[in-house]
């Protein structure tokens, strides 16, 4: 199964699900850091919640725009998964099937 699907669908980009980013996050991906925008939350100790019910900042027509060095949490959700098909199904999109059901 390739990237190219993860990229295409962006479903769990959309605002559901926010994102904890760690200090390791802002280490690789220094744009995180600073974040003032409406659906962003400073946890204190480094920490932020991004995309709390807003659609990610980092998301571009073009698709995301720090996808080689997106945060830990997004890197979790794995084509296929409960996360991805949840995010697929409410956008009306075919789910993704991994080996003889769908996770």
């Not at 990237?3 to 200090?23: A, F």
């Not at 060095?69 to 956008?91: F, I, K, M, W, Y």
Request: negative net charge; charged residues 25%; contains cysteine.
């Amino acid at each position: 199964m390739s990237d190219r699907t993860c990229l295409d669908c962006r479903g769990c980009c959309d605002g559901k699900w926010h994102v904890h980013v760690s200090p390791k996050d802002i280490l690789r991906e220094p744009a995180l850091a600073g974040m003032r925008q409406p659906g962003t939350r400073d946890l204190g100790d480094g920490y932020l919640i991004i995309a709390e019910n807003r659609i990610c900042p980092f998301l571009t027509w073009a698709g995301c725009s720090i996808y080689d060095t997106r945060p830990d949490g997004c890197r979790a959700v794995v084509q296929g998964d409960s996360t991805c098909n949840e995010s697929r199904g409410r956008l009306g999109l075919e789910l993704i099937q991994i080996g003889d059901s769908v996770l």
